[in-house]
């Protein structure tokens, strides 16, 4: 018997290697990967660049600490913060770290810039903000809180795409921050209204209220620009990021304005492994080829040619196309796990979302060749269970 936590409902699959959207069984199959490990690894397993940069810094240095400076980091952070608006750059582990930042940069704004009288947060119904105790508490589906139960009583939960919502909370006058996700991933690819976003982030300036958004799953070009808030017509606040950042070395990190990034003073926060030598130079290794000509154009290309191909493999069903870019997923009503399984069966990997959707989400940088042969995986699958195809 496996001495492994049982956290996980894990597949009866093991991978000895990757490379691009393709990974090797320890029997020699070969399967099309198109989730990229929930969305982390959008340049493909084991991309030169990354490898390259990953060796190249493993052979020099990899950990100190951040108790003194690291210049790996610093480039790192100027990249990011030139890219985005400006703000200054906390380095963590992960995604759930990095919203735990961002959440107790929100409380300490509350209490100093607001002697207290705010502190709290609200998020909307049905997102996911992580598993740590405060994070889970921030998420919007009782699931996830199950059996962890009394959570943190500071975050309150309202509708998605219903500004009156946030209005009457903010009112109450004790709100420092409004945390939410533009494409709620775990929540089934549910993309809010671009109207109800300019109004709320309107609104949340006007007010003084943190405007957090949650870009762990929607950044790094999955959507087709580099942050998804550029195509929302928005600016935040702050910004929490992680998945795509570094190809798969462990990694989180937080953008914040200054004026809101003030208020982490020394000893404040911290983290042990957060932007160490070997996750920055990975990461910058992926800011390079993002960042290169013609790259985010391929993500478009890619993604306009994946819905379109999706939309005709389930014409006539009763299936739905969901999300942006090269974030896309099938909502297939009654049949998530079904069709997971039968597509494992023939040798394509899929993510489970909500309660009826499927992720489709392959590498950023998968050739045409594969992208079009994972496709008729799909169609065949979805012909195998009678769902077009």
């Given at each position: ?9 894990r ?9 691009g959207?393709?990974?090797?069984d320890?029997?020699g199959?070969?399967y ?9 690894v959008?340049?493909?397993?084991s991309?030169?660049?990354?490898t ?5 810094q493993?052979?020099t ?8 400076n ?13 890219r985005s608006?400006?703000?200054d750059?906390?380095f963590?582990?992960?995604g ?10 929100a ?7 607001f002697e ?7 998020t909307l ?7 740590s ?5 921030a998420?919007?589906q ?5 059996g962890?139960?009394?959570v943190?009583?500071?975050?309150t ?14 009112d109450?006058?004790?709100v ?16 809010l209204n ?5 109004q709320?982030a309107?609104?949340?300036?006007k ?5 957090i958004?949650?870009?762990?799953q ?14 929302f ?9 992680a998945?795509?950042?570094?190809n ?5 990190a ?18 042990t492994?957060?932007g ?20 985010l154009?391929?993500?478009n290309?890619k ?11 389930f ?5 739905t ?14 049949r998530?796990?079904?069709f997971i ?7 394509l990997?899929l ?7 499927v ?6 940088t ?7 042969a994972?496709?008729e ?13």
């Amino acid at each position: 018997m496996s001495a492994i936590f049982k956290n996980y409902a894990r597949y009866p699959l093991s991978f000895v290697k990757g490379e691009g959207c393709r990974l090797t069984d320890d029997k020699g199959e070969i399967y099309f990967d198109f989730g990229s490990g929930i969305s982390v690894v959008n340049l493909g397993h084991s991309h030169p660049a990354v490898t390259e940069s990953i060796c190249t810094q493993a052979g020099t240095l990899i950990h100190t600490s951040n108790l003194y400076n690291i210049p790996v980091q610093e480039r790192l952070a100027d990249k990011l913060s030139r890219r985005s608006f400006g703000g200054d750059v906390f380095f963590c582990n992960s995604g759930m770290e990095a919203n735990e930042a961002a959440l107790k940069l929100a409380r300490i704004y509350g209490n100093t810039h607001f002697e207290g009288k705010r502190l709290r947060v609200i998020t909307l119904e049905n997102s996911f903000h992580g598993r740590s105790y405060m994070t889970l508490s921030a998420t919007g589906q009782d699931k996830i809180k199950k059996g962890f139960e009394p959570v943190a009583d500071f975050f309150t939960h309202i509708p998605a795409n219903d500004f009156d919502a946030l209005k009457r909370e903010v009112d109450k006058g004790d709100v420092a921050a409004f945390m939410l996700e533009l494409i709620q991933g775990e929540g089934g690819l549910c993309a809010l209204n671009k109207k109800y976003l300019a109004q709320c982030a309107d609104f949340c300036r006007k007010e003084g209220v943190m405007l957090i958004l949650d870009e762990i799953q929607t950044g790094f070009c999955r959507t087709g620009s580099y942050f998804a808030y550029e195509q929302f017509g928005i600016e935040p606040d702050v910004i929490t990021l992680a998945k795509g950042i570094a190809n798969g070395v462990p990694m989180g990190a937080m953008i914040a304005k200054p004026e809101f990034a003030k208020y982490m003073t020394p000893g404040t926060h911290g983290t042990t492994f957060g932007g160490n030598f070997l996750a920055c130079a990975a990461a910058l290794a992926v800011f390079d080829v993002m960042n290169a000509d013609g790259f985010l154009e391929e993500v478009n290309e890619k993604g306009a040619y994946m819905k379109e191909a999706l939309e005709n493999i389930f014409e006539g069903t009763d299936v739905t196309v969901l999300g942006m870019g090269m974030m896309l997923g099938a909502k297939i009503p009654g049949r998530q796990k079904e069709f997971i399984n039968k597509a494992i069966e023939n040798k394509l990997l899929l993510v489970p979302a909500g309660h009826d959707v499927v992720r489709i989400y392959p590498p950023l940088t998968i050739s045409q060749e594969d992208l079009d042969a994972g496709l008729e995986l799909i169609s065949k699958t979805a012909t195998d269970l009678g769902l077009g195809g």
